[in-house]
Every structure is written in C-alpha cells, then in structure tokens.
C-alpha cells in the first residue's frame, strides 16, 4: 500500500458503513419493501468489505467504499456559491462544448465499481433529476446504493414512481435551514417546494434525506433539535451536512476553522445520540481524526460529467478518464499517486476541502 499509517483507514470505514446500514435498517423495519432491501445490502455491503481488501492487496492500492459523481451539467436554480457553476460543470442548459458520458458508459463504470467493492456513489451534477436517462439506467445496477443529491424542485408523479421501483436510489433534498436562508441561498419558494417534495416521499413511505451546507453562520440554527425535530417531522431519515468551502471571494468568513470543526463533531455526537431514528453524517467531517482528507481515492475521487477521474469536486483537476481505462486504473492515475504521495491530503487550509486552497500545487502536479 502506498501509505502506512498505524490508523486502518479501511477498516474505520468499513466498520462506518456497517453502522450506518445497520441503523437504516432498524428505521425501516415497519416497511417491509424497505426492509427487504435494507437487509439485503446489508449482507452485500459485508462481502463488499472483503472484497474491497482482496483487491487492494492484490493491486497494492487503497479501494474507496464510495465515490462522488456529476452526472448532469444542467441545473434549474442558481444558487449562491455553487462550486458546480464556481468549476464550470454546471449550466442553465447542455452545451455541445461540453462531452458528457451517455446512460450506459454511466452504467458500465458503476458495474465495474461494484465488482470491486465499491457500493456507494454519491449523485450530484448540476442538477441529477435533470438527467433521467442516466437516472434510469444506472439504477439497474442493483448492487450499488446512489444517493441523489438534488434540489428536491423536480419530484413529482413520475418521479415518485421511479423512486418506488428502485429503492437504492436515494433521495438527498437540499436546503439551508429556515425558509428565509434557503430561499435567500437558492432563490424564492425553493424551500417550500423542497418541503413538498419532502411530503410527498413520507407520503409514499420512502427512504430519503437532506443536505445542508454549514457555515460559520447557520451551524447553531442547522444543527438545533428545533430543526432537527422539523425535519423528523417531514419523514426524513439522514442528514447530510456539507461544510462550506468558499468559492466566492469575501466569503471566507462562512468556513470552518479547526474550533468550528470540533464543535460540529462534539454536536454530532449528541444528535446521534439523541436521534436513534435519523442517520447524521458530515462531510468532510474530523480529517485530523481521519489522518487527512479522503480526497484523491483515499476514501473517494471524484468522476466527472465527461468522466474525468478528479481528486473531489472541489479540485477539478484529472489526468485520466474512468470512461477510457476503467475504475482500478483510475485509482492509479499519476495524480492520485502524487497527491497521496506528498501527503497534500494533510495540507493547512480553511472550510471543507484541502485542495481547494492549494490549486496551483495540484496543477503543476498534472504532467
């Protein structure tokens, strides 16, 4: 393996992702759809462990549980401090300008995922809901769970309906609190319409949750029983916070410093804790904890809309493209190796992502 480290990465991870399930299983037990499905990726995502550390120590290369993919370019909103539109990824409509992988190149790289081990793909975009197509057809990988992350704008009877076929698809709404901070962030009546959409899941029993960007600004508000307690109410059962990372100039005083990172963890303990029905995650969460950010295939990597293999969406940065020599391969990229390598996973900075702040030092490191 490339980096020895007395703290077993894998293994705290692993171990992360039996709990998670383990709970998300216990939510579910009243629906028996649910629980069915709940159990049975249970079972795999234990053989999946063994397998992710079959492969790593045959290839001598860390295999991540999970990965972040933007499958769209489009987007319906324009939120303030978007990274997708900050990095270029995201639009108001698809540009010939832009390749973006098809439906079944989508499909293929999750197949290939999974073989390995990997059962997790984060969606994100733009805008995921806007891409059906691709929605639909990776949802046929039935060894994989996607959560989507989505504006929650676009789900309506079709959706509902989709959703209820392909139960690891995972809605992630978005919001940033009150009415007033979400509309304020993603524009007016957005909250209200992530609220409904948020109805019409608990309505058809469904799996689902939320993510809230957090920063220096809405932590104590985001974080509250009072809202966590709203958000019970609504039916959902995960709550995913982001830290902010400032993509717009004057806006470094919305980022976490270490004080605001151990706070959040201190917070998260008790909310799960006290919330035996809600699974709490964050991210990037306690890097120190973690021996530095999982970025660059430690614990993920990013893949593109054209299928760019990129350290996180953060870090836009690629040498090589998943769609041409595969998952394993794109694990073993000349970048990857040399972020590892330089331990620029472990680099200062300020907000949510390491690399964010050191762009110029990633770039030269692309031959």
């Not at 540009?95 to 984060?122: C, D, H, V, Y």
């Not at 139960?167 to 007033?180: H, Y």
């Not at 990172?261 to 120190?288: C, H, N, W």
């Not at 904890?289 to 295939?297: M, T």
């Amino acid at each position: 393996m490339e980096e020895p480290n007395t703290f077993d990465l894998a293994a705290y991870m692993g171990g992360s992702i039996r709990n998670i399930m383990a709970k998300a299983y216990k939510n579910v037990l009243r629906n028996p759809r649910e629980a069915r499905f709940a159990f049975k990726m249970q079972r795999l995502f234990e053989k999946s462990e063994r397998l992710r550390r079959k492969v790593s120590e045959k290839e001598h290369i860390g295999i991540p549980p999970f990965l972040i993919s933007s499958i769209s370019t489009t987007c319906n909103l324009h939120c303030k401090g978007c990274y997708a539109r900050s990095n270029g990824i995201a639009e108001d409509k698809e540009s010939e300008q832009k390749p973006t992988l098809s439906p079944e190149q989508w499909r293929e790289i999750f197949k290939q995922a999974a073989s390995m081990g990997i059962n997790f793909s984060l969606l994100a975009g733009g805008e995921p809901m806007m891409r059906k197509d691709i929605l639909e057809e990776v949802a046929k990988v039935e060894d994989m769970i996607f959560p989507v992350f989505t504006n929650g704008t676009l789900i309506g009877p079709s959706y509902l309906q989709f959703l209820r076929k392909h139960l690891n698809m995972v809605p992630i709404i978005s919001v940033e609190g009150t009415a007033a901070g979400t509309d304020l962030r993603r524009g007016q009546g957005v909250f209200k319409r992530a609220m409904q959409s948020m109805q019409m899941l608990k309505d058809e029993d469904l799996f689902f949750g939320t993510s809230i960007t957090v920063t220096t600004e809405n932590l104590s508000l985001v974080t509250s029983a009072d809202f966590i307690n709203q958000l019970r109410e609504y039916g959902c059962k995960i709550v995913f916070y982001v830290e902010y990372v400032p993509t717009e100039k004057g806006t470094e005083h919305l980022a976490f410093d270490d004080s605001h990172v151990a706070l959040m963890e201190r917070i998260m303990t008790e909310r799960r804790e006290q919330y035996a029905d809600i699974i709490f995650l964050s991210f990037p969460g306690d890097e120190k904890e973690l021996g530095g950010c999982l970025a660059s295939g430690r614990g993920f990597f990013h893949i593109g809309p054209d299928g760019a293999a990129e350290p996180c969406p953060f870090s836009p940065f690629s040498d090589s493209n998943v769609a041409e020599i595969g998952v394993l391969e794109a694990l073993k990229s000349p970048l990857f190796r040399k972020i590892r390598a330089a331990k620029a996973l472990g680099w200062e900075h300020t907000g949510g992502c390491t690399l964010f702040e050191h762009q110029e030092e990633i770039e030269k490191m692309i031959v």
